[in-house]
């Protein structure tokens, strides 16, 4: 018997991640990955999986899915309003961070997702999706990844493998950061700008834009005068560099960022607070709080304890 | 010469070869590049996530629970990598490109800065032997260098909102070869029907930094029968 979930609708920016894709950015291959990478280990250890498979990431509101085939357990998390709908149409209202068991005929309906952009859906045993280049994270801007590196569309069908389980459900106390302080560290032109503009980008408020998605994340704030050159040679780009255009307003750059750039770059945001970053909503005003190296490997003892 | 290495915020590190953009820096970047390549598949350091040469810098990724940033300095600045023989790995190769005014859409602009005939640039294009200085942006996309020095010209004022995938186009000292359909502000001067990326391959990309490209001309018949090859 053949098990699947048939997508009836598929959220605006539903994709399949991993970790990220590694050692490939010299060839213009950008690692990808889930955007918000605790909340994204949490679905896999809600089901029982190991930490690194493949989920189904969904940003704002996710897919209608129906399911075929033998009793599973899953998980949505994140912080999420979804439903589970059962055969006989019952509605069941869903819980975030739970796992819960899932039988034929089923409909999982993620409608939103709750003052955070990024949710996960994982099932226990994975998805059986396809490796492209020993990871299952979708590049959607270059066709990389499984479902030939798309999103879901309707009438999708992901299999997943045969389970065979007798899980229990399994709960995790989570909540997001809602601290709108992002730590970031000083970027190699910062000194392109001037001291003016370096205090005000280190203290007054960064409003975050609808401009927003995998690729980066636009923000709106005090203009920042670049001093030396609107553009420096083409240098490759890091996960997190927030970057200064002729136009002054900063841009982050996320899991989906073009391999190299010719930008100069102000700062960037240290690991720990990234997956804090991907989550606030355009709308949001954040502040940028500079920190030196100690504090962020410090801060990253403390973020890899939630794993 | 490698002249400094500073920290990009808390997972990586980027080794400065110095302001100039020339063969000899790349080839310096591209040195280190194929060192730490060669250290991790041979998992001499562990924790690399990603190695990213450009043309005078080499940006090295890495994973924070895995390795620090002082550890990989140290790492490179205790192994003197210039002196380090890796095999000879870069290669040249020959790329079939189609100048035919459907697809040299910047042939008049070019001709009224450079004060050459079409015919002038595109004996000016093919003669040159290409350094790949560096791959990016999106996957495979080449930045090939130099061109000759009387074909320089700058970017469009208005960047193309699309511009299709094989298009070759120039810019100041450079060539590059669009690997997928996207907006664009260089000169186009010719389209390739040569596919140089695909991910379902096991050599994804044709090209690696530091090979050599050499163009070759073919008609709009033979482009034709190449793409439906």
């Given at each position: 018997?053949?098990?699947?979930?048939?997508?009836?609708?598929?959220?605006?920016?539903?994709?399949?991640?991993?970790?990220?894709?590694?050692?490939?950015?010299?060839?213009?291959?950008?690692?990808?990955?889930?955007?918000?990478?605790l909340s994204f280990c949490n679905s896999n250890k809600l089901v029982g999986n190991k930490i690194s498979e493949g989920?189904?990431?969904?940003?704002?509101?996710?897919?209608l899915l129906e399911m075929n085939g033998e009793n599973a357990l899953v998980a949505v998390s994140g912080k999420v309003?979804?439903?589970?709908?059962?055969?006989?149409?019952?509605?069941?209202?869903?819980?975030?961070?739970?796992?819960?068991?899932?039988?034929?005929?089923?409909?999982?309906?993620?409608?939103?997702?709750?003052?955070?952009?990024?949710?996960?859906?994982?099932?226990?045993?994975?998805?059986?999706?396809?490796?492209?280049?020993?990871?299952?994270?979708?590049?959607?801007?270059?066709?990389?990844?499984?479902?030939?590196?798309?999103?879901?569309?309707?009438?999708?069908?992901?299999?997943?493998?045969?389970?065979?389980?007798?899980?229990?459900?399994?709960?995790?106390?989570?909540?997001?950061?809602?601290?709108?302080?992002?730590?970031?560290?000083?970027?190699?032109?910062?000194?392109?700008?001037?001291?003016?503009?370096?205090?005000?980008?280190?203290?007054?408020?960064?409003?975050?834009?609808?401009?927003?998605?995998?690729?980066?994340?636009?923000?709106?704030?005090?203009?920042?005068?670049?001093?030396?050159?609107?553009?420096?040679?083409?240098?490759?780009?890091t996960k997190g560099s927030i970057q200064v255009p002729g136009d002054g307003q900063p841009i982050i750059l996320l899991?989906?960022?073009?391999?190299?750039?010719?930008?100069?770059?102000?700062?960037?945001?240290?690991?720990?607070?990234?997956?804090?970053?991907?989550?606030?909503?355009?709308?949001?005003?954040?502040?940028?709080?500079?920190?030196?190296?100690?504090?962020?490997?410090?801060?990253?003892?403390?973020?890899?304890?939630?794993? | 010469?490698?002249?400094?290495?500073?920290?990009?915020?808390?997972?990586?590190?980027?080794?400065?070869?110095?302001?100039?953009?020339?063969?000899?820096?790349?080839?310096?970047?591209?040195?280190?590049?194929?060192?730490?390549?060669?250290?991790?598949?041979?998992?001499?350091?562990?924790?690399?996530?990603?190695?990213?040469?450009?043309?005078?810098?080499?940006?090295?990724?890495?994973?924070?629970?895995?390795?620090?940033?002082?550890?990989?300095?140290?790492?490179?600045?205790?192994?003197?990598?210039?002196?380090?023989?890796?095999?000879?790995?870069?290669?040249?190769?020959?790329?079939?490109?189609?100048?035919?005014?459907?697809?040299?859409?910047?042939?008049?602009?070019?001709?009224?800065?450079?004060?050459?005939?079409?015919?002038?640039?595109?004996?000016?294009?093919?003669?040159?032997?290409?350094?790949?200085?560096?791959?990016?942006?999106?996957?495979?996309?080449?930045?090939?260098?130099?061109?000759?020095?009387?074909?320089?010209?700058?970017?469009?004022?208005?960047?193309?909102?699309?511009?299709?995938?094989?298009?070759?186009?120039?810019?100041?000292?450079?060539?590059?070869?669009?690997?997928?359909?996207?907006?664009?502000?260089?000169?186009?001067?010719?389209?390739?029907?040569?596919?140089?990326?695909?991910?379902?391959?096991?050599?994804?990309?044709?090209?690696?930094?530091?090979?050599?490209?050499?163009?070759?001309?073919?008609?709009?018949?033979?482009?034709?029968?190449?793409?439906?090859?």
């Amino acid at each position: 018997m053949n098990n699947y979930f048939k997508v009836l609708r598929p959220g605006i920016n539903s994709t399949f991640q991993d970790l990220g894709r590694f050692g490939l950015q010299h060839l213009g291959i950008v690692a990808s990955g889930s955007m918000d990478q605790l909340s994204f280990c949490n679905s896999n250890k809600l089901v029982g999986n190991k930490i690194s498979e493949g989920a189904l990431e969904f940003a704002y509101q996710g897919p209608l899915l129906e399911m075929n085939g033998e009793n599973a357990l899953v998980a949505v998390s994140g912080k999420v309003n979804f439903n589970l709908i059962k055969k006989n149409s019952e509605i069941i209202k869903g819980k975030s961070n739970e796992s819960f068991q899932i039988s034929n005929g089923d409909k999982i309906d993620i409608l939103s997702t709750i003052n955070s952009v990024y949710g996960y859906f994982s099932i226990f045993g994975g998805f059986k999706i396809e490796e492209v280049k020993g990871s299952v994270s979708t590049l959607v801007k270059a066709k990389i990844g499984p479902n030939n590196g798309n999103k879901l569309k309707i009438d999708d069908k992901i299999f997943f493998k045969k389970s065979h389980q007798t899980n229990k459900s399994k709960k995790i106390e989570f909540d997001f950061d809602k601290d709108n302080t992002i730590r970031v560290m000083q970027g190699l032109q910062v000194h392109y700008f001037s001291k003016k503009s370096q205090d005000d980008f280190f203290s007054k408020e960064y409003k975050v834009t609808k401009l927003t998605d995998r690729m980066g994340m636009r923000l709106e704030g005090v203009k920042l005068e670049n001093i030396v050159n609107k553009n420096i040679k083409s240098e490759g780009i890091t996960k997190g560099s927030i970057q200064v255009p002729g136009d002054g307003q900063p841009i982050i750059l996320l899991s989906d960022h073009p391999t190299i750039g010719g930008y100069p770059k102000i700062a960037n945001v240290i690991t720990a607070d990234y997956d804090k970053l991907v989550q606030k909503t355009p709308g949001t005003t954040i502040k940028f709080k500079l920190v030196n190296l100690a504090v962020a490997e410090n801060a990253f003892q403390d973020y890899v304890r939630k794993f | 010469m490698l002249k400094k290495i500073s920290n990009i915020g808390d997972c990586g590190i980027t080794c400065d070869f110095g302001d100039e953009v020339n063969k000899n820096t790349n080839k310096e970047v591209i040195k280190l590049f194929n060192f730490i390549q060669d250290s991790v598949n041979r998992r001499k350091i562990k924790g690399i996530l990603n190695y990213t040469p450009s043309y005078n810098k080499l940006i090295i990724n890495f994973e924070l629970g895995q390795i620090k940033s002082n550890q990989i300095i140290e790492f490179i600045k205790s192994n003197d990598y210039s002196k380090i023989n890796l095999p000879e790995n870069t290669k040249t190769v020959e790329i079939p490109i189609c100048y035919d005014e459907e697809f040299a859409l910047d042939i008049k602009r070019l001709e009224e800065k450079t004060k050459l005939n079409f015919k002038e640039i595109v004996s000016k294009h093919l003669e040159t032997n290409f350094f790949v200085y560096m791959i990016g942006f999106v996957p495979g996309q080449p930045f090939l260098g130099d061109l000759n020095k009387n074909l320089y010209h700058d970017r469009l004022d208005t960047p193309r909102i699309r511009i299709n995938k094989g298009s070759v186009g120039i810019v100041e000292k450079f060539c590059t070869i669009y690997t997928f359909e996207s907006p664009g502000g260089w000169n186009i001067i010719g389209r390739t029907p040569f596919e140089l990326f695909n991910i379902n391959k096991t050599n994804t990309s044709i090209l690696s930094p530091g090979d050599t490209v050499k163009f070759k001309s073919i008609s709009k018949k033979e482009f034709t029968l190449f793409k439906n090859e």
